[in-house]
């Protein structure tokens, strides 16, 4: 008898967040500072969908819905690129060059994050961090055996990270 997988996919309009970030590259150069409005996924890959074992969407939703108001209006910076370097900076001001360059923005402005880069690839692997911590009593169900951050910053334009569990 054959095995199946179910998928169950939250992933809404209203979930998403605009922000400012720089792409750096491999060599040394980066993308001028510019924002999107990204698009936040996730989907969670159960065993078994029967009654019994349904899996309210509220706590989801929430946690989707809350991450993009942490992340909203801000400028991202991954602080384990080696080419962010943290400058001395008046009292409100966070100073920092980036490749080189130089910016001083207000601190209200800036998220920095422990990623090596702002791209969709290590921002879909460090939300599946961030929502497996806020929804570990729904990933520890027996019936769910894995899931996945999805990260879009234009419609078909994304990144996933999928984690499995079992």
């Given at each position: 008898?054959?095995?199946?997988?179910?998928?169950?996919?939250?992933?809404?309009?209203?979930?998403?967040?605009?922000?400012a970030h720089?792409?750096?590259f491999?060599?040394?150069?980066?993308?001028r500072l510019?924002?999107?409005?990204?698009?936040?996924?996730?989907?969670?890959?159960?065993?078994?969908?029967s009654?019994?074992?349904?899996?309210?969407?509220?706590d989801?939703?929430?946690?989707?819905?809350?991450?993009?108001a942490a992340w909203?209006?801000r400028v991202?910076?991954?602080?384990?690129?080696?080419?962010?370097?943290?400058?001395?900076?008046?009292a409100?001001?966070?100073?920092?060059?980036?490749?080189?360059?130089?910016?001083?923005l207000?601190?209200?402005?800036?998220?920095?994050?422990?990623?090596?880069?702002i791209?969709?690839?290590?921002l879909?692997?460090?939300?599946?961090d961030?929502?497996?911590?806020?929804l570990?009593?729904?990933?520890a169900?027996?019936?769910?055996t894995?899931y996945q951050v999805?990260?879009?910053e234009?419609?078909?334009?994304?990144?996933r990270?999928?984690?499995?569990?079992?």
């Amino acid at each position: 008898m054959p095995t199946r997988r179910y998928v169950i996919e939250v992933a809404r309009e209203q979930y998403k967040f605009s922000c400012a970030h720089m792409t750096v590259f491999p060599d040394g150069s980066k993308e001028r500072l510019h924002g999107h409005n990204y698009q936040l996924g996730f989907t969670l890959e159960v065993s078994d969908v029967s009654l019994p074992h349904m899996i309210p969407f509220a706590d989801i939703k929430q946690a989707l819905a809350d991450q993009c108001a942490a992340w909203k209006e801000r400028v991202l910076l991954a602080t384990a690129n080696p080419r962010y370097v943290v400058l001395p900076a008046a009292a409100g001001q966070h100073d920092f060059t980036l490749c080189g360059a130089r910016y001083s923005l207000p601190v209200e402005d800036v998220l920095e994050l422990p990623i090596d880069n702002i791209a969709v690839e290590p921002l879909a692997n460090h939300l599946a961090d961030l929502l497996a911590a806020r929804l570990a009593p729904v990933l520890a169900l027996p019936i769910v055996t894995g899931y996945q951050v999805s990260v879009h910053e234009h419609p078909g334009q994304g990144a996933r990270c999928a984690v499995s569990l079992r």
